[in-house]
């Protein structure tokens, strides 16, 4: 194989900066060739679509939208849609990326993808987003399928999105096709326990921490950047396993409590149609910055990606990071974690519980069959704590971070599968 050339990575956003840089790391760990390099480096296939929407007042609005699939040596390619303003082609491509590398972490066959469009999902009706998302669906139709590649929920999307995804697929196939998505509702074949199986695996995953570093949840402290689908759950569960969790934030501010939040009560002020966590009434007003600096057992970056810079990792006083988002943590961000030795779960190992009870959601769409909540459940504590287990192995026999651990045995695992298939033609 030979090493195809590549822009100058500088002039890339950071997720992408992140995503490379740590590849980059894993391959030299591993010693893999050039062309192997370069192979992991780009993505396999990648979709600019534009979607025009008819606003409910009659204007015509185009917006941007993409899927990238970066790697399908082991599998169908796996991997969330993202509605959010600042989607653009290279973070969704620094995601799709690290979708490869979680799926192979945890030994889920899926290969790695995502997509998104850049569009702010709360400025739309819910019939305008419909049809947005029913537009896009269609443009991308050449991309997905069952075995071919399969969407699911991410930021600014849920199970109703994930429904019109899998309708719109259908119709157009002539029959119902539940596995071309998860994440989807009960009702259309979607599994119990997937909403909350993001929460749940970084949940598991900062116990098995807090157990490792000798401390007991029910003395330790939480902080949660966050609070949609994966930090308000990751929140609540920790307090479930006694962990006080004494800040949470959102878009809008946060929210802190010394003696701990009741996070009941916070997810139900928003349910109850405050627009953030901010207004809640037993909780004092908190900066996004504040919080990231809090002095706690546990910090759960759950928003988006790129917080933990260079200069904000200098403030963490918590002993331990749990990457709930993607991508929380910049290189330079890491460098600092690593040197005053804050542990950090990273983002692969940490998140994966949503993609590995998506996996089982397709096995069962697959089968045409549905499983009971305890084997759900059982299955994803196993696939989080085994991968978790496996990472501090090799970072003890390397010596070496859990982050680096963690994507050496990924990238490992998908260097050797590209090479047992072999190079077409
Ligand atoms: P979500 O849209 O449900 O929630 C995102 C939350 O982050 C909201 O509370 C939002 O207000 C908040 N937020 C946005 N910008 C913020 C900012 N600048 N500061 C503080 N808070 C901010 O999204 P989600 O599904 O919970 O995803 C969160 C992260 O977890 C993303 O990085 C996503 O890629 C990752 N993730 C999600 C899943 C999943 O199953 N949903 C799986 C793996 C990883």
């Not at 000798?214 to 330790?220: E, I, K, N, S, Y």
């Not at 809008?252 to 939040?261: M, P």
């Amino acid at each position: 194989m030979t090493a195809v050339q590549d822009a100058p990575v500088s002039r890339e956003p950071t997720a992408l900066i992140s995503a490379r840089t740590q590849l980059d790391d894993a391959a030299e760990l591993l010693r893999l060739d050039d062309g192997l390099r370069a192979t992991l480096a780009h993505p396999r296939r990648a979709l600019a679509v534009s979607v025009p929407l008819r606003r409910d007042d009659g204007r015509v609005e185009v917006y941007r939208g993409f899927r990238v699939q970066h790697n399908l040596a082991r599998g169908p390619a796996k991997g969330g849609l993202r509605f959010h303003p600042s989607v653009n082609l290279a973070e969704i491509t620094a995601l799709s990326m690290w979708m490869t590398w979680k799926c192979a972490l945890i030994s889920v066959p899926f290969g790695g993808a995502k997509g998104g469009i850049a569009v702010d999902p709360r400025s739309l009706s819910r019939h305008e987003l419909e049809r947005l998302t029913r537009r896009y669906t269609s443009e991308i139709l050449p991309l997905i399928g069952p075995e071919q590649d399969i969407p699911a929920p991410d930021v600014g999307t849920d199970e109703q999105t994930m429904a019109w995804v899998m309708d719109t697929y259908s119709v157009n196939a002539g029959y119902s096709v539940p596995g071309v998505v998860t994440g989807k509702p009960i009702s259309l074949g979607g599994s119990i326990g997937r909403a909350g199986a993001t929460a749940r695996g970084v949940s598991i995953a900062a116990l098995a921490a807090l157990r490792d570093s000798g401390r007991d949840p029910a003395h330790c402290t939480a902080a949660v950047q966050g609070f949609g689908n994966v930090g308000a759950l990751t929140a609540q569960y920790l307090t479930d396993a006694g962990v006080k969790v004494l800040a949470v934030s959102d878009i809008g501010g946060g929210t802190h409590n010394s003696a701990g939040l009741d996070i009941t009560t916070v997810r139900r002020h928003l349910t109850d149609g405050a627009p953030t966590v901010v207004g809640y009434p037993c909780g004092e007003p908190i900066g996004q910055t504040d919080l990231l600096g809090l002095d706690v057992d546990l910090l759960v970056p759950a928003a988006l990606g790129g917080v933990l810079t260079t200069d904000i990792a200098r403030t963490v006083r918590a002993a331990i990071v749990v990457e709930g988002a993607n991508g929380p943590t910049t290189p330079g961000g890491d460098a600092v974690l690593a040197d005053r030795g804050i542990l950090v779960v990273p983002d692969i190992l940490a998140n994966a519980g949503g993609v590995a009870v998506s996996y089982l959601e397709w096995v069962q769409n697959v089968q045409a069959h549905s499983w009971a909540e305890d084997r759900i459940d059982t299955r994803l504590r196993d696939l989080i704590e085994r991968s978790y287990a496996e990472a501090t192995n090799t970072a003890r026999d390397r010596g070496i971070s859990l982050r680096r651990a963690a994507n050496v045995i990924a990238v490992g695992r998908v260097a050797t599968a590209i090479r047992q298939r072999g190079l077409y033609p």
